[in-house]
T-cell receptor, first 109, second 117 residues
Framework: AQRVTQPEKLLSVFKGAPVELKCNYS??????LFWYVQYSRQRLQLLLR??SRESIKGFTADLNKGETSFHLKKPFAQEEDSAMYYC???????????FGAGTRLFVKA | GAVVSQHPSRVICKSGTSVKIECRSL??????MFWYRQFPKQSLMLMAT?????????EQGVEKDKFLINHASLTLSTLTVTSAHPEDSSFYIC?????????????FGEGSRLTVL
């Protein structure tokens, strides 16, 4: 069965500190993994995908198939990074996408 | 970028009535749309996958007769909450994926907050 686990509901860090939002998944095939972000009073939007292997707004995420993880990292957090972050998994093609419980990141000045 | 629009953004209805929520992809075609439900401070729960021209695929535990989904065109899916009860009060979010040439990314509507009195 597909499952996405985000163990931290809330993560609070100081500005300039490194941040890592954890995500573990369970899937029998080859999944597509995503991080979505929801800023205050805005809709959900894509932050990054594991396939593209890109850095967006300083965030990166590496798919570790051995540990079935897709942790989101940023070396220096900014206040504007404060938001709700969701890890998501899709089976690919037209398959459904399921979401983790989400982690609220709060970056303190 | 691709835009998904939901309407209405807020709706209040009496118990026992039906409410329809529309989800439109404004600048792309979407053969598949997804309906999620979000409870306060909780994650998005997938309710169903809406397939253009065919029946929706519902997740386990979601009542098909309660939450009617219609996907009559490549740009419109509707969710009708029938005989609404207070426990149906929630935030409903639709999303869509580009039909062809897409990246797998989901584009989300702004959500619809339903309050059943």
């Amino acid at each position: 069965a597909q499952r996405v686990t985000q163990p931290e509901k809330l993560l609070s860090v100081f500005k300039g500190a490194p941040v890592e939002l954890k995500c573990n998944y369970s899937y029998s095939g080859s999944p597509e993994l995503f991080w979505y972000v929801q800023y205050s009073r805005q809709r959900l939007q894509l932050l990054l995908r594991h396939i593209s292997r890109e850095s967006i707004k300083g965030f990166t995420a590496d798919l570790n198939k051995g540990e079935t993880s897709f942790h989101l990292k940023k070396p220096f957090a900014q206040e504007e990074d404060s938001a709700m972050y969701y890890c998501a998994l899709s089976g690919g093609g037209g398959f459904k996408t399921i979401f983790g419980a989400g982690t609220r990141l709060f970056v303190k000045a | 970028g691709a835009v998904v629009s939901q309407h209405p953004s807020r709706v209040i209805c009496k118990s026992g009535t039906s409410v329809k929520i529309e989800c439109r992809s404004l600048d792309f075609q979407a053969t598949t749309m997804f309906w999620y439900r979000q409870f306060p401070k909780q994650s998005l729960m997938l309710m169903a996958t809406s397939n253009e021209g065919s029946k929706a695929t519902y997740e386990q535990g979601v009542e098909k007769d309660k939450f009617l989904i219609n996907h009559a065109s490549l740009t419109l899916s509707t969710l009708t909450v029938t005989s609404a009860h207070p426990e149906d009060s929630s935030f409903y979010i639709c999303s869509a994926r580009v039909a062809t040439g897409g990246t797998g990314e989901l584009f989300f509507g702004e959500g619809s907050r339903l309050t059943v009195l």
